[in-house]
């Protein structure tokens, strides 16, 4: 099924009970980001707000919520989808079955891009103060918008087949900004719209901007698609909506004629502003730092015009939809753009970009004894291209030592690995490189470091979950608790930046004593704040642990050593996950906004 319009999915959804609406009066700040999330915790329904409070505009949220209703909204569409990218990863399977893959072709051509001559988006004008001024958290800097198309084009470029479509956030209000005729726009450089600025920078053309929220739910997802070489993110909007996306020009701006609000305007070339706080998709707060300014031109909308949103947080969230939609459509793909590269998977509970795992091929050498060679090229490969640069913590395992290894069973995985790593070797480390700037937890800003565990071969160990015989923490660690078969976490005393890891190394070397039966049993022992709750969930293990760690800090080991520049251990591995002080704080839901929108909630589960 395509969709003309935003309002025609929420309609559909409705029709067939994916869709509630709230009917009283609700705030943006903080309340509809509070129903939303409780909704979104007890797999609820998409959400209509009717009337929200300071704004004559609806605005809906959750429609991506769980996979069943994103696989509901794309139904018609996405095995049409699958097939192109299918002939794109092996043209030879257009030969192989011609009759399967005939329609391949004609379903991307038909989704080009299409110049319209009407657009309901210009039905009127508004500004900025009267959209829905959504507030997520209690500690963001003001309101923004969390599910916006940013589009841009290149200097001097008119063919709307070279733009850039990203959804990069946009905070409203607060800070500095002059409200109704600024905005404030988070990317870094490296991202498509970051090309384009500078390059505009060294033009005399005015770096304008369209920014649209809303329309058919295909946008808002191509605008966060990674998209394969060669194809535009509005091309394949048309294909995955089955209706192409309609655009026009005004005022040298690009129009999504069916969104329900475009704001247009002009990026300040060498300008910036503080933008956030902003609670965001690892669990902490992104701080406040200076990014791109906009100089607001046009906010036109639909008639009847409805707001889009989503609020992010501590995973899995709304756009864990998105991570899941994506795995689907471009596992095909993973071959080509990772040669020997059999499965990946950015683990949402830990935030994607802190920690993948991934099934790579040993090929090399296999007349001698089977160890990690040429998956450490394949890790390299992924640890340098495209959204995957901005992997931490890689963990790669060579196929074929077992049956049936997913990287999407996360506990089975991991005893995969430390049932076969060799401590000594196989751990590979990038010191002081680049890290996502949502995250804090490197050395500086956009600053941190990156490691690889790789594993090939028969097991070297047995794992357990009992502790040897006579065990005893050294003082100020207590509260030892098994999260896994062979990992351990233990209570530490606060981190202390003037220790200087003197803490760490007191610990490892009392625990020297019980080297081999930790290097036999227990390779992986976790410090942490409240070991009860980091093992009470896998999900609580896999985000307390890979989003406060930065590998070539917090990573230390019983009898470790560095030989000819490379780091190991002979005991077990430690890892460092307590809260550090330049730590981002933790998102934190407000009890009185929860305590007060309960009853809405309540209504909305019966």
Partial sequence: MSYKNLNACLLDLEKNGHLKRIKTEVSPDLEMAEIHRQVFDNKGPAL?????????????????????????????TLPKIKKVIELKS???????????YISAPFTALKALPMKAWKSPVLFGKTTIDKLPQLKSWKKDGGAFITLPQVLTLPPGEKNIMKSNLGMYRIQLSGNQYDINKEVGLHYQ???????????????????????FIGGPPSNAFAAIMPMPEDMSELTFAGMLNGRRFRYARKNGHIISSDADFVITGTIKKNIKKPEGPFGDHLGYYSLEHDFPVMEIENVYHRKNAIWQFTVVGRPPQEDSAF??????????????????????????AAGVHPLMLAIGSERYMPFRDRKPEEILSQ??????????TLTKFLFIAAEGDVPKLDTHDTRHFFEHILERIDLTRDLHFQTRTTIDTLDYSGSGWNEGSKVIFACAGDKIRELKSELPNGFNLPNGFSEPVFVNNGILAIKAPPFNL???????????????????????????????????????????????????MNPSHDIHGIFS??????????????????????????????????????????????
């Avoid at 707000?49 to 018609?76: D, Q």
């Avoid at 030879?92 to 399967?100: A, E, V, W």
């Avoid at 803490?503 to 390779?523: L, R, S």
Wanted: with cysteine; hydrophobic share 40%; net charge neutral.
């Fill in 48 to 76: 209509l707000f009717e009337k929200v409070k300071g704004s004559p505009f609806m605005a809906a949220s959750n429609i991506y919520g769980t996979n069943e209703r994103m696989a509901f909204i794309f139904r018609k």
């Fill in 90 to 100: 092996d043209p030879s399977r257009f030969f192989k079955h011609p009759l399967q």
């Fill in 189 to 211: 450089l490296h991202r498509g719209i970051g090309v384009h600025h500078t390059a505009y920078n060294n033009s005399d053309e005015p770096f304008r901007c369209s920014i």
């Fill in 323 to 348: 991570g899941w939609l994506i795995h689907q459509l471009v596992e095909p793909l993973t071959a080509q753009e990772f040669p020997g590269i059999k499965e990946i998977h950015a683990v949402d």
């Fill in 379 to 388: 890790a390299n490969h992924i640890l340098g291209k495209g959204q995957t």
């Fill in 498 to 548: 003037e220790k200087n890891n003197a803490d760490i190394n007191y610990f490892c070397g009392q625990m020297e004593k019980y080297a081999e039966y930790f290097q036999q049993h227990i390779p992986l022992v976790i410090l942490t704040e409240n070991p009860a709750i980091l093992a009470a969930t896998e999900n609580n293990f896999l985000w307390a642990t890979f989003t406060r």
């Fill in 561 to 606: 050593f560095i030989k000819n520049k490379h780091w190991g251990c002979r005991g077990a591995l430690v890892f460092d996950a307590r809260i550090k002080p330049h730590h981002a704080p933790v998102l934190e839901v407000d009890k009185d906004v929860a305590e007060k929108v309960a009853g809405v909630v309540e209504k909305v589960l019966e």
